[in-house]
């Protein structure tokens, strides 16, 4: 069963000539202890999901349609009140950046806890054990020690483990993280990815994640969903995503990974720019960008399921499935 489905949502910024979607009649669903990836280019709109899903939407842009459903409760018409007593408790979201997330003057284990004092009726006491509890579970050594801490004392690593233990306090059922592993070496962007597994495992948490990075992809999500210009055009299993893309945008991300090029080869890239929210192409947005353009492009299509019925593909020319 999904514990979060997003239908038909559009999140607009307000202009003189009306309403821009940034994004657009975005839906998927996300069921307890999986993990979501959200792929694609700078200005495709990932963030912004995330940003609508937790109800941070940066003014003035705002939800103009659609539903966000958490266990078949609609987030969208809530009140700020109600939305900030989802927030945190219920949904959570590790950002992009821990050395700027922390507040570098109030000592780690304060931020910590702040969601728990806010949601819970527990004494600071017990609120302190439970982060001990978790900064042991998440890996970061001498626990009680990195409490006390500042931001600025605590390696890049340690800071994003904290970040983990912060959202995870709540034991929420849906866990939003963008770009989680940036900035940190591939030792330590290893051991947050088997962390945040085994969490889900444990936990039931299921979790959205939004990268750039097809090697993070391939070794944590369970599906795939790849973004364009505000749109999903295409969302697949892991591994048949990886093995056989049907979209044309989708395949030239993978042909521009390194390990895709041949030796001595040079890396094959997507010709052109993700177009700005206010000057998307009329009918298939990526259509000036595609080898495969073709007369029915001048249509917007539709995300449907492709024969084979595991993957949807929003394509007139989609790739054959294997």
Same mark, same amino acid.
């Given at each position: 069963?999904?514990?979060?489905?997003?239908?038909?949502?559009?999140?607009?910024?307000?202009?003189?000539?009306?309403?821009?979607?940034?994004?657009?009649?975005?839906?998927?669903?996300?069921?307890?202890?999986?993990?979501?990836?959200?792929?694609?280019?700078?200005?495709?709109?990932?963030?912004?999901?995330?940003?609508?899903?937790?109800?941070?939407?940066?003014?003035?842009?705002?939800?103009?349609?659609?539903?966000?459903?958490?266990?078949?409760?609609?987030?969208?018409?809530?009140?700020?009140?109600?939305?900030?007593?989802?927030?945190?408790?219920?949904?959570?979201?590790?950002?992009?950046?821990?050395?700027?997330?922390?507040?570098?003057?109030?000592?780690?284990?304060?931020?910590?806890?702040?969601?728990?004092?806010?949601?819970?009726?527990?004494?600071?006491?017990?609120?302190?054990?439970?982060?001990?509890?978790?900064?042991?579970?998440?890996?970061?050594?001498?626990?009680? +020690?990195?409490?006390?801490? !500042?931001?600025?004392? %605590?390696?890049?690593? /340690?800071?994003? #483990? *904290?970040?983990?233990?912060?959202? &995870?306090?709540?034991?929420?059922?849906?866990?939003?993280?963008?770009?989680?592993?940036?900035?940190?070496?591939?030792?330590?962007?290893?051991?947050?990815?088997?962390?945040?597994?085994?969490?889900?495992?444990?936990?039931?948490?299921?979790?959205?994640?939004?990268?750039?990075?097809?090697?993070?992809?391939?070794?944590?999500?369970?599906?795939?969903?790849?973004?364009?210009?505000?749109?999903?055009?295409?969302?697949?299993?892991?591994?048949?995503?990886?093995? +056989?893309?049907?979209?044309? !945008?989708?395949?030239? %991300?993978?042909?521009? /990974?390194?390990? #895709? *090029?041949?030796?001595?080869?040079? &890396?094959?890239?997507?010709?052109?720019?993700?177009?700005?929210?206010?000057?998307?192409?009329?009918?298939?947005?990526?259509?000036?960008?595609?080898?495969?353009?073709?007369?029915?492009?001048?249509?917007?299509?539709?995300?449907?399921?492709?024969?084979?019925?595991?993957?949807?593909?929003?394509?007139?020319?989609?790739?054959?499935?294997?």
């Amino acid at each position: 069963m999904s514990v979060l489905v997003v239908q038909d949502l559009t999140t607009s910024l307000p202009t003189d000539e009306g309403p821009v979607p940034i994004v657009r009649d975005v839906s998927f669903e996300l069921a307890a202890g999986r993990c979501l990836a959200i792929v694609g280019e700078s200005g495709s709109g990932k963030s912004m999901t995330a940003l609508s899903i937790l109800g941070l939407v940066p003014r003035p842009l705002a939800i103009t349609s659609g539903q966000i459903l958490l266990e078949g409760k609609d987030l969208v018409p809530l009140s700020g009140a109600a939305q900030r007593r989802v927030r945190g408790r219920e949904i959570a979201m590790i950002f992009q950046e821990p050395m700027t997330s922390l507040n570098p003057v109030i000592r780690v284990g304060e931020q910590v806890i702040e969601a728990l004092l806010l949601h819970e009726k527990v004494s600071k006491k017990a609120a302190y054990g439970r982060a001990l509890e978790l900064f042991e579970r998440v890996g970061i050594p001498d626990p009680a +020690a990195r409490l006390e801490a !500042y931001p600025h004392q %605590l390696s890049g690593g /340690l800071k994003q #483990r *904290a970040m983990i233990a912060m959202a &995870l306090i709540m034991r929420p059922k849906v866990l939003l993280a963008d770009e989680p592993t940036t900035a940190l070496d591939v030792t330590i962007q290893a051991q947050i990815l088997r962390l945040l597994r085994e969490l889900m495992g444990e936990f039931g948490t299921a979790l959205l994640l939004i990268t750039h990075d097809l090697g993070v992809v391939n070794q944590i999500a369970d599906e795939v969903a790849v973004f364009y210009a505000g749109r999903i055009v295409e969302r697949a299993p892991r591994d048949q995503f990886f093995s +056989a893309p049907a979209h044309p !945008y989708s395949v030239g %991300l993978l042909d521009a /990974l390194p390990a #895709r *090029a041949q030796k001595g080869a040079r &890396l094959r890239e997507i010709p052109g720019h993700v177009p700005s929210p206010t000057n998307v192409p009329a009918g298939c947005a990526f259509a000036p960008r595609c080898p495969k353009r073709g007369e029915a492009c001048d249509v917007v299509p539709r995300l449907e399921p492709l024969c084979d019925g595991s993957r949807r593909v929003a394509c007139f020319y989609p790739e054959e499935p294997v």
